[in-house]
């Protein structure tokens, strides 16, 4: 069964406390792996797509990395408004729902001023 | 706008009752996603259609619920005889087939208490 874990579960930085969430995860064949970031009440916006080790991708203050057993998300000098909940995911090649995405349970991030 | 939206936002009803929401997806995509969301946790992945077709379903999609998208366009999902456990944001999501793996673009949600 495909797990996805995500830590720390909470965090709490000060503007422009540099940091990286972690999300590791055990699949039988990983197609892809995406972040999304969540605001209280609302759905999930997408971030970023990774689809092979040692794959990067930069948007503003964050950058996700990825290897065989893990993605990191880097969040650099972040302000107030980068707090959310920052979710991960991954789409496998295993059978039964392998189309629908399988969640880890987020990390809640808070900046403050 | 033209991204993924949900009606209604939000429903409050009574165990026993029958509810109904509905996902419109972004124009051009070809699948739709629902998934349900409780507090704490991330989204728990129910079925997904590719145009009108019904492709997959998940453990935690009961008797009870059963989801349609009739002309391939926006999709309903209903809940029958609702029970306090059904209470959660449900979440519909639309994509566009890739040909290694499809981004998933999700709507407001639907916040579902059943009292």
């Known amino acids: 069964e495909d797990q996805v874990t995500q830590s720390p579960e909470a965090l709490r930085l000060q503007e422009g406390e540099s940091s990286s969430l972690n999300c590791s995860y055990t699949v039988s064949g990983l197609r892809g792996l995406f972040w999304y970031r969540q605001d209280p009440g609302k759905g999930p916006e997408f971030l970023f797509t990774l689809y092979s080790a040692g794959e990067e991708k930069e948007k503003e203050r964050l950058k996700a990395t990825l290897t065989k057993k893990e993605s990191f998300l880097h969040i650099t000098a972040p302000k107030p408004e980068d707090s959310a909940t920052y979710l991960c995911?991954?789409?496998?090649?295993?059978?039964?729902?392998?189309?629908?995405?399988?969640f880890g349970k987020g990390t809640h991030l808070i900046i403050q001023p | 706008d033209t991204g993924v939206s949900q009606d209604p936002r939000h429903k409050i009803t009574k165990r026993g009752q029958n509810v109904t929401f509905r996902c419109d997806p972004i124009?051009?995509?070809?699948?739709l996603y629902w998934y349900r969301q409780t507090l704490g946790q991330g989204p728990e992945f129910l079925t997904y259609?590719?145009?009108?077709?019904?492709?997959?379903k998940s453990r935690l999609l009961s008797d009870r619920f059963s989801a349609e998208r009739p002309k391939g366009s926006f999709s309903t999902l209903e809940i029958q005889r609702t029970e306090q456990g059904d209470s959660a944001m449900y979440l519909c999501?639309?994509?566009?087939?890739?040909?290694?793996?499809?981004?998933?673009?999700f709507g407001p949600g639907t916040r579902l208490t059943v009292l």
């Open positions: 999501a639309s994509s566009l087939t890739g040909r290694y793996t499809d981004t998933q673009y």
């Open positions: 259609f590719q145009n009108e077709a019904q492709l997959e």
């Open positions: 995911a991954v789409q496998t090649n295993s059978g039964g729902g392998a189309d629908g995405l399988t």
């Open positions: 124009s051009e995509h070809n699948r």
